[in-house]
């Protein structure tokens, strides 16, 4: 059976830096393409929104405008885990984090585009922002 389980989150302070995981099981992640998607305080989950996605080969990213230069999404095929590096925190980054993982072979924004709907996700990990 498919599982994706997130790990990572907690309370840090703006400034700060976490770095989420994304292990899965039951499955390979080398055929995966995957992404981080993130429900804000107030939204519902069909309102996530596409933080980052990686291609397959893992040679290819997308961020959203808001997190580029902060935050950094990458692979480890070989420990079948994901990663979201999230550097210099804003408390508008305070939210529920989501990993998705979809058999994608195209580029990472089509990934974003296809996980809402193709992807299969974990619980999520909850990351707060304040001083």
């Known amino acids: 059976q498919l599982q994706l389980v997130e790990s990572g989150g907690g309370l840090v302070q703006p400034g700060g830096s976490l770095r989420l995981s994304c292990v899965a099981s039951g499955f390979t992640l080398d055929y995966y393409a995957i992404g981080w998607f993130r429900q804000a305080p107030g939204k519902e989950r069909e309102e996530r929104e596409a933080?980052?996605?990686?291609?397959?080969?893992?040679?290819?990213?997308y961020y959203v405008e808001s997190v580029k230069g902060r935050f950094t999404i990458s692979r480890d095929n070989a420990e079948n885990t994901a990663y979201l590096q999230m550097n210099s925190l804003k408390s508008e980054d305070t939210a529920i984090y989501y990993c998705?993982?979809?058999?994608?072979?195209?580029?990472?924004?089509?990934?974003?585009?296809?996980?809402?709907?193709?992807?299969?996700w974990g619980q999520g990990t909850q990351v707060t922002v304040s001083s």
């Open positions: 998705g993982a979809v058999r994608n072979p195209f580029g990472p924004y089509e990934v974003c585009r296809t996980l809402p709907d193709f992807g299969s």
């Open positions: 933080v980052s996605c990686i291609s397959l080969s893992g040679d290819a990213t």
